[in-house]
């Protein structure tokens, strides 16, 4: 019998700029490319629906404004773990996620999971308060 081989690549979209998410871009890994951070605003839970997810990554140091994503209800919930220092920022109920000017680095991460009522994240940073949330 031979192999069987299945597609195990992630389709990956470089952001420089603003963007709205689609429903259609669950499973999608976003880098953020850009020296100016921009707004990204999430699909609403009920578009999103039951098992859209995504991840967001610090692909390029950026130099004038942070990278905000915000959710249009107010249903993120989770944990971003911050390497130095080992502190954590947790939410429930949050409404953005804001990868922060000053205390960016490559790498830094969240990863999103909707299950049809709520946006669960995790995350992590490299630096205190290098992604918070709000």
Known sequence: MGRVFFNTRKNCVSLTGAYTVLPSDSG??????????????????????????????????????????????????????EASGNATQSTIDGTTITFELGVDALGNYVELLCDGTHIYINGCTVGEDGITLA
């Open 28 to 81: 999608t890994v976003f880098t953020l490319n850009a020296a100016a951070g921009a707004a990204i605003t999430l699909p609403s839970v009920a578009d999103m629906g039951d098992g859209w997810n995504c991840k967001f990554y610090t692909g390029t140091l950026f130099a004038t404004t942070d990278w905000v994503i915000t959710a249009t209800d107010s249903d993120i919930r989770g944990v971003i773990l």
